[in-house]
C-alpha cells in the first residue's frame, strides 16, 4: 500500500498556527469523532516492527522449554492461513459490508427523521438514535440474537435466519444511530443563510433539503462515515460470541484441530490482528486525508 | 382582500409588533410602499432594520399588527408562504449562494424547479440577467471563485429570475470592501430605474440620497422620522435624528 504524508498527520502542516483554544473546563467539546482513524492513520513503520517483534519475541522466550516448539506453531498457522482468511476473514468483510448498508439506509432516514420540524417524527428518532448509539454493543447483539427466531414461516414458505443474518442484523442498529447523529450534524452544520436563501426563493422544505442542503453536506459526510466503517469491522469479531463462523471462530477450530497447544494462541491472533489491521489501516489514512481535504472547502 | 389594485400600497405596514422572547425589538412600526418606489429603512445597528424586512417576506413571524404584499396578509396562518416569497424576492448580507452551483445553476434553480419553467426558456432568462448585473461570461464560476460584490450581484440576479414585483435588500453591501460595494449599488440603481419596487436596509447615506423616494429613520423599534431624502437629510426635526446624521456624514 503507498502510503503518502498527510500533514498535521505526519508531521508538522503548514496551516498548523498557533492558536489560542478556548478555555473548556469539561474537556467535552475537544471530542474527536475521527479519534480511532486518527489513531490508526499515525502508525508508521516503527509501530509496525515493534508490534511484530513484541508477537515473535514474547513466546519465543516463554516457551522456549516446551517440545512443541514455536516454528512447528508457525508451520500450524502457514498451513490454515488458506482457511482462516477465505472462509474467516472473508466473512466478517461480507458481515461488515451488509451491516454497513443496512446500518447506512437506516440511518439517513432516522437522521432526516431527527432534523423534522414535526415533534412526532423528530423525538422518537432522537429516542432511538440515542438509545443505540449508548448501547454496548454486544447487548444489541445478543438481544437480536436471543429475540429472532431462526427461521421465519409465512404460509408453506420457510425462511431460514442464520446467525450470521441476526449478526447483521445486531451490528447495523449502533450503525444505524451513529449514522443518523453524523447526518443530523452534517445538516446542521450547513450555515443558516443558506435555508434562508431557498426560502425567500420560495423552495419549499423538501426541496430546500434534497436540493440545495444535502448536497451540500455529502461530502462532509463521507470521513465520519469511512470512520464508522472501520469501527464495524473492527468489531464483526464480536459475532463469533453469537457462534458465526468468522474468523476468530474458524482460528479457535484450528487450533483445537492442532491438539490445542498454548503456543497456537499467539501466532493465531496476532495474525488475525495484523490482517485487520492492514485492512482497517488504509482505511482510515484515507478517511484522515479526506477529511482534511473537505475540512475547508465549504 | 384579494382584489389589490396599483394604485393601493404594494408593501403595507400596520402597528407591527415583534420581539425574541422577552427583547421587544419592533414596538408598533407603520408604514406604506407605493409599486415602483424605493424606500430605504436607516438606523443604528440594533434598531430592528433587518428584523422589519424580513417580516415581510415571513422569514421572521410577528406578535401583532399587520402586513400586506399586494393586498394579501402576510401573516395569515393560512396563507401559502411560498406563493408570497414568489412575489417578494430578497437579497442578504451574506449573500447565501448556493456554493455547490455555478452562477448560472444558481440563478436558473428557482425558476425550474419552484415555477417548473422549461430549462432552456430559464437559460436564456438568467444569462440575460447575468449580462444586467455585468457579469457575462461567469456563468461556470463557483461562487468560490468570485469576489463578494460579483457574489452579490450574482444573488440579486437569482432573485430578479423569479421575477418578483418587490425586491428586499437587506445591508447587501455591508460585508463587502469599500472599491466592490460601488458595483452592488450601480446593480439596484439600475433595478430602482427599470422600476422595481425596492425596500433597503443600507448604511450607505449617499445612495439612499441618491436613489431613495422616501428613507425612514428607525431607532429602538419606532420609526423615528421619514421624508423624502431632500428633506430628511438637510431638515430632520428629531434630535436622535440629527445625532445618527452627524455621526454617520
Known sequence: MSRRAIPSLDGAATTDLPVLKPFDPSGRTAHDPLLISRFLARLDWRHFVVFALVLLLWPMVAYAQSRYSYGDAFEALVRWIPFVVLDGFTFNIIISFFSMAIGTLAGVILGLMQISPLALVRLPAVFVTQLFRNSPWLVLLFIVLLAFPFEIVIGDLILPFPAWMKAVIGLSLPIMANISEVVRGAVQSVPSGQWEAAESLAFSRRQTLFEIILPQCFKRMIPPWMNWYAILTMATPLCSLLGVEEMINLSRQAIEAEDNHPELLVPFYGFTLLLFFAYCYPIARWTISLERRYAVKL | ?249
Open chain 2, 1 to 249: 382582500m384579494a382584489d389589490w389594485t396599483p394604485d393601493q400600497p404594494i408593501v403595507s405596514v400596520k402597528e407591527v409588533h415583534k420581539s425574541f422572547g422577552e427583547l421587544e425589538v419592533l414596538k408598533g412600526v407603520s408604514f406604506d410602499v407605493m409599486k415602483g418606489e424605493v424606500i430605504c429603512i436607516i438606523g443604528p445597528s440594533g434598531s430592528g432594520k433587518s428584523t422589519l424586512i424580513r417580516c415581510i417576506n415571513a422569514l421572521n413571524d410577528i406578535q401583532s399588527g399587520s402586513i400586506t404584499v399586494e393586498g394579501q396578509e402576510v401573516h395569515d396562518p393560512k396563507l401559502d408562504k411560498l406563493e408570497l416569497r414568489k412575489k417578494v424576492g430578497m437579497v442578504f448580507q451574506q449573500y447565501n449562494l448556493f456554493p455547490h452551483k455555478t452562477a448560472l445553476e444558481n440563478i436558473m434553480m428557482a425558476p425550474v424547479k419552484v415555477l417548473k419553467e422549461p430549462k432552456e426558456q430559464v437559460a436564456e432568462r438568467a444569462r440575460s440577467l447575468l449580462a444586467k448585473v455585468r457579469l457575462e461570461g461567469k456563468e461556470d464560476s463557483y461562487p468560490g471563485e468570485l469576489s463578494g460584490g460579483q457574489q452579490q450581484r450574482v444573488a440579486i440576479a437569482r432573485s430578479l429570475a423569479m421575477r418578483p414585483d418587490v425586491m428586499l435588500f437587506d445591508e447587501v453591501t455591508a460585508a463587502l470592501d469599500p472599491e466592490t460595494v460601488k458595483e452592488v449599488l450601480v446593480t439596484i440603481k439600475d433595478l430602482a430605474q427599470d422600476g422595481m419596487t425596492c425596500m433597503l436596509v443600507t448604511h450607505e447615506m449617499g445612495f439612499a440620497r441618491e436613489v431613495a423616494d422616501h428613507i425612514y429613520f428607525t431607532d429602538r423599534g419606532v420609526i423615528v422620522e421619514h421624508g423624502p431624502p431632500a428633506t430628511f437629510f438637510d431638515q430632520a426635526q428629531d434630535p436622535r435624528t440629527r445625532e445618527f446624521l452627524s455621526q454617520i456624514l
